[in-house]
């Protein structure tokens, strides 16, 4: 069976924000990877994939067909066949595990499909995150279309706003610089639905609400600027707010065992702390203007750098 890789993403900001339309940037992150492949169905890891496919394959032939319409009849061929995805993509990670599967269904199925290689209008990359989003919605409850549409392009993403979305290119990496922006292992797995809706719960609070719009989405914002400009002096101070309004506004989505580690990185300034995807476990995100120093405070977890500068 031939079939391409989708791979990873990372949201280096506006995770909770984006549902509230603050800006956001997504990157690919090719470390981890997923596609189709045939198998044993014999194979229980084969089998439970297999399965996971035909409840995906019920759901998405329940999706208004206006807005997307898939080969079914070719997709039970290949299941019957033995398909599963094949992904070392860890689910539960905020890495985009289900926003890899998503484009790889609908690379594989959607009939009239967007391309990658046509010419990507703003209004074609729109269609294509709405897309998304419905498909996605099986996993997440409600989900922005974003992880999916970074794996399927394999671009930078920026999302200005709920419809203004457009590829974008980042600030090319300083290999040998001093300064990165590094995943944190937390050690445990998270399921993004429960953050969510602890998120739209906590959304109800008036005076939580005019945070999330005053403190965390301004700030957002501006570490999106920051970043897209190079503008690494403005960065750090914008990202340590953002990390002390995530500490002190997210807890619910920080592993408990993580606040204190979070509150000494804002005390020492040796590295910032943010969330990775949803939060409530898997990798956390972390920026630092001296990395050794950071491997040095964070000496007993699992670092692996995405970006230098």
């Known amino acids: 069976m031939k079939a391409p890789l989708f791979y990873s993403k990372i949201l280096l900001f506006g995770e909770y924000g984006i549902i509230k339309n603050s800006k956001g940037l997504s990157i690919p992150y090719n470390f981890f990877k997923g596609g189709f492949k045939l ?18 394959k019920d759901f998405i032939s329940k999706l208004d067909n206006t807005i997307v319409a898939f080969d079914l009849n070719k997709m039970d061929n290949d299941l019957n066949m033995g398909m599963y995805f094949d992904s070392t993509i860890p689910q539960g990670y905020g890495v985009g595990s289900s926003g890899a599967l998503v484009a790889a269904i609908y690379d594989r199925y959607a009939q009239n499909k967007i391309t990658v290689l046509e010419n990507l209008t703003k209004e074609k990359i729109l269609v294509l995150k709405h897309v998304f989003s419905e498909m996605e919605s ?62 739209f719960e906590s959304m109800k609070n008036k005076e939580y609400s005019k945070i999330i719009k005053e403190d965390f989405i301004n700030t957002t914002d501006n570490c999106v600027d920051d970043f897209l400009k190079a503008d690494f002096k403005s960065l750090f101070l914008n990202i340590k707010k953002l990390s002390k309004v995530v500490l002190k506004n997210f807890k619910p989505m920080i592993p408990e065992d993580f606040h204190n580690i979070w509150a000494k990185g804002i005390e020492s300034n040796d590295y910032f702390l943010k969330l990775c995807g949803s939060g409530g476990g898997g990798y956390i995100l972390g920026f630092s203007q001296d990395f050794e120093k950071a491997k040095s405070a964070l000496r007993d977890y699992k670092l692996e750098v995405v970006y230098n500068f």
């Open 39 to 56: 198998g044993d169905l014999n194979n229980q890891e084969v089998k439970k994939s297999n399965n996971n496919l035909r409840l995906f």
């Open 138 to 199: 099986y996993f997440h409850g409600k989900s922005s279309g974003l992880d999916p549409l970074n794996s399927y392009l394999s671009l930078p993403i920026l999302m200005h706003s709920k419809n203004k979305v457009e590829t974008t290119w980042i600030p090319s990496q300083f290999y040998n610089g001093k300064g990165a922006v590094f995943l944190l292992d937390s050690g445990e797995s998270s399921n993004t639905a429960p953050m969510v809706e602890i998120f």
